[in-house]
């Protein structure tokens, strides 16, 4: 059946995102709806979007000694419940299986909504002694958590990602692999998926239900609302006493280990999508797109074409020697202007036409997603100048991330301040808070903005002191406060 793309029913980002961001999802054949509810399909596109982030921080993990296992989704709920402040934190997500056929079960099983329980139960079984440590895995798996409302790739009851499992000897060894893995994802999103990001320490009400503490990378969307990128958790011991994983020292005394677990999710590609994409279409960064270079042969449906597509493979030829991904689209049942549409909604970060006129001329026609300006260069310098057009792309789209995170991020000095910007500005807001429960809760009850961290450049001077802007109570830190996806 024939293509019916028309760009018409895309929404303009500029006009409703919302509306805008389910049409990309759709248009760009990123995901489709599934029969399940709250659940989605992942297309080849939105997929292989996936694939460049595993193969990438697989690759750091692995030269970190991070190894790959896989424990099972199916958490008997016994085991879950070993951990009291994790189960309560994770109780109104849970997934259950009760029965297996006709037979009610006396043990429920949980699925896995993170996998502490189940991957502590086992390395209680695997470490005996210092010499054991440190032990580092991570599986890259799905993940099931009930969500009242869903958004394709932004918030789902299954979606996909990895989840890093650290245990070590010391308190040190296990603070310095937590702010490893945090700058971990803060390089991908900056180096690859070319987003600005703040990075800092969640409030205690907030971090991972059971850690002493979690740490976060958070991203401000085009409309001023806040999505958690990924997060990495010192666990202390906290799990370790639960699960009884113990070790004997140099001098064989027992001790518990101390734990850190770190996890990025699809989400991430829904910040991509949000971030980067405009009214004609979705944006990819060059280092993430599966295809980073389209060449369109322009053809006339005549002896001529044959001449059109040999240069075309010429030149894809040229580009694959570089390691540069490249696609070429010969389709003849679309015109031109079809396919540069198509290529365009897909993100695809550059495009070179080809025609008789080039051929003749020995030039070629280059075209960037980001700015849509379109360049002309040699035929000859193909592959430099195309190397070099795609870090333009990438440096630029992470320059406009930068501006975008900095224009969306306010200061108040006041409460009415505050609730003025978060409601009519719809932004970031940082502002001085006392860090008590209670002001955090009223806050959160009265404009629907949470806090979302305080920044590591935050927390340096011990000498700087406000006035909550809640209760007027002298607070030190300036806190990220935003209303979530």
Not at 9 to 36: F, G, H, M, P, R
Not at 92 to 100: A, G, K, N, S, T
Not at 241 to 246: E, G, H, P, Y
Request: proline share 3%.
């Amino acid at each position: 059946m024939e293509k019916t793309f028309d760009k018409k029913q895309l929404t303009k980002k500029s006009e409703n995102i919302a509306d805008w961001y389910n049409d990309v999802i759709k248009l760009a054949d990123l995901a489709d709806y599934a029969e399940t509810k709250g659940c989605m399909i992942i297309k080849p596109l939105g997929y292989a979007i996936w694939e460049s982030v595993q193969s990438t921080l697989d690759k750091w993990f692995k030269e970190d000694g991070v190894q790959n296992c896989y424990f099972p989704a199916l958490i008997p709920m016994s085991l879950f419940e070993k951990e009291k402040e994790h189960v309560e934190g994770f109780a109104p997500e849970l997934l259950m299986v009760e029965r297996i056929g006709d037979e009610k079960l006396a043990n429920p099983y949980v699925l896995r909504p993170t996998s502490e329980a189940v991957i502590d139960t086992a390395i209680a079984n695997w470490i005996h002694s210092y010499r054991d440590l440190p032990l580092k895995v991570n599986q890259w798996c799905n993940i099931f958590r009930a969500e009242k409302r869903t958004y394709p790739f932004l918030r789902t009851a299954e979606f996909l990602w990895q989840e890093g499992h650290t245990s070590f000897a010391s308190v040190d060894e296990n603070l310095e692999m937590t702010f490893k893995a945090l700058n971990w994802y803060k390089d991908f999103y900056e180096k690859y998926f070319a987003i600005s990001v703040y990075v800092g320490v969640k409030s205690q009400s907030e971090k991972f239900a059971g850690a002493k503490n979690t740490y976060t990378i958070e991203i401000v969307a085009p409309n001023g609302k806040a999505l958690q990128g990924c997060t990495s958790h010192d666990l202390s011991d906290n799990f370790s006493k639960v699960f009884d994983i113990q070790y004997l020292n140099e001098k064989s005394e027992k001790c518990y280990v101390y734990q850190n677990s770190f996890g990025l999710s699809t989400r991430s590609i829904g910040a991509l999508i949000l971030t980067h994409g405009d009214d004609l279409g979705l944006v990819l960064p060059p280092k993430v797109a599966p295809t980073q270079v389209v060449i369109l042969p322009i053809l006339k449906n005549k002896e001529g074409d044959t001449v059109v597509i040999d240069k075309a493979n010429e030149v894809a030829n040229v580009l694959k020697k570089e390691n540069i991904r490249v696609l070429i689209d010969s389709d003849s049942n679309h015109s031109l202007g079809y396919r540069i549409n198509e290529h365009e909604l897909h993100g695809t970060p550059l495009r070179i036409e080809i025609g008789g006129k080039e051929i003749e001329n020995q030039k070629l026609k280059l075209a960037r997603r980001d700015t849509l300006e379109k360049i002309e260069i040699d035929e000859k310098e193909v592959s430099e100048k195309v190397k070099e057009v795609l870090e333009l792309i990438q440096n630029n789209l992470l320059n406009q991330s930068l501006k975008l995170k900095t224009s969306l991020t306010k200061e108040a000095d006041s409460y009415d301040d505050f609730k003025n910007m978060i409601e009519n500005d719809k932004c970031f807001v940082r502002s001085f808070w006392c860090e008590d429960k209670e002001c955090e809760s009223k806050i959160k009850e009265e404009t629907k903005a949470g806090t979302r961290c305080l920044e590591f450049d935050q927390m340096g001077d011990d000498n700087v002191e406000g006035k909550c802007i809640y209760c007027g109570k002298i607070a030190k830190h300036k806190w990220l406060f935003g209303k979530s996806y």
